[in-house]
Structures are given as C-alpha cells and as structure tokens.
C-alpha cells in the first residue's frame, strides 16, 4: 500500500511531542493532516506555530471517507481515546477519523502511553486488535542500540513507518 494521505492526532497532553517528531519525519510526498485534542492543543500552541484541524469539528475534510485517507496514527493515544474508538464512540474529529479508518479498513495505529494497562484498557486493546487495528505502544528495543532519547524516539517513529511502510533509516536495523 502506498501512502498518498496520512492523519496523525494526539489525544492527552503526555509525550504530544512524540506525536508532533512522527509528524514532522514524514516523508514530504505524503499529504499530512494532523489533530490534537484539548490538552494537547494547550500544551503545543504554546511551544509551535501550527494550523491543525479543530478537534471539535466533525466536519472537517479528514472526517469523511470520501476525502480519502490512507492511515491515521494516534500518538500517544489516551485510554479515554482508545476507549471511545473500541466502543463506536465519534463525539469528536480524532475519534471520527478513526471511526472512518475502520469503516473503510484503512491502517489505524493506536499507540497508548500510560503503563500498566488495565484490564478494560487490555480488553479494548484486544478487540481493536481483532478489528485490524494495530495496537503499537512506544516501546523500545535495545538492538538497535539507542543512546540518546532523540535516537529512542527515532526507532519508535521509524517502527511506526514501517507498521504503513513508509521507507526510513530512522534506526539501526536487526543485523
């Protein structure tokens, strides 16, 4: 699959960072649009000159199926977020636009941050999962030998690109 259109949202305010380096490393072909919660959105605009789309428009472009989207990835995903889109919940655009992801069976990566996960968290994980959502978390390996945390969120982005395979050398592959 090629990616033509890619969303990417954050939901929660901790590690929207990682969420903006996903943004910003993607390849200049692929058409970008990007969502940020409440939280996200206070903590961001404080720190970057962004147009993003308003997460309490539901009808903006990425909303519809008909825009014609390719993937979607929620980094970081709040468990309030990965909650709604398990239970058909679209009350605002992030959850829209995954709703839309899945009734089109496009790719869509959810990529939960808090730790431990719960049991409800883990049951919703799962039936995602049994939908065709990947469910990737932040998480390291020690392969690819990462000394610095550019170089940790660099292996979790490129892992990430890989799930859509977008080509990267964002980090050090299995030898």
């Avoid at 496009?106 to 990529?111: D, G, Q, S, V």
């Amino acid at each position: 699959m090629n990616i033509k259109k890619i969303v990417v949202a954050t939901s929660g305010a901790s590690g929207v960072k990682l969420g903006m380096k996903t943004l910003k490393l993607l390849p200049s072909s692929i058409e970008k649009h990007f969502i940020m919660s409440k939280n996200s959105k206070t903590v961001l605009l404080k720190e970057q000159n962004l147009e993003i789309h308003d997460n309490e428009n539901i009808s903006a472009s990425v909303a519809s199926g008909s825009f014609g989207v390719d993937a979607m990835i929620i980094a970081p995903c709040s468990m309030n977020t990965l909650a709604k889109i398990a239970c058909g919940i679209s009350d605002n655009l992030i959850t829209r636009c995954a709703a839309v992801m899945l009734k089109e069976q496009k790719k869509l990566i959810l990529a939960p941050r808090e730790m431990p996960f719960s049991a409800i968290a883990l049951e919703n994980m799962h039936k995602l999962s049994t939908l065709g959502v990947i469910i990737a978390p932040p998480v390291m390996a020690y392969y690819s030998e990462q000394q610095t945390l550019n170089e940790m969120e660099n292996f979790i982005i490129g892992k990430w690109f890989d799930l859509l395979n977008i080509e990267n050398n964002l980090y050090k592959r299995w030898q």
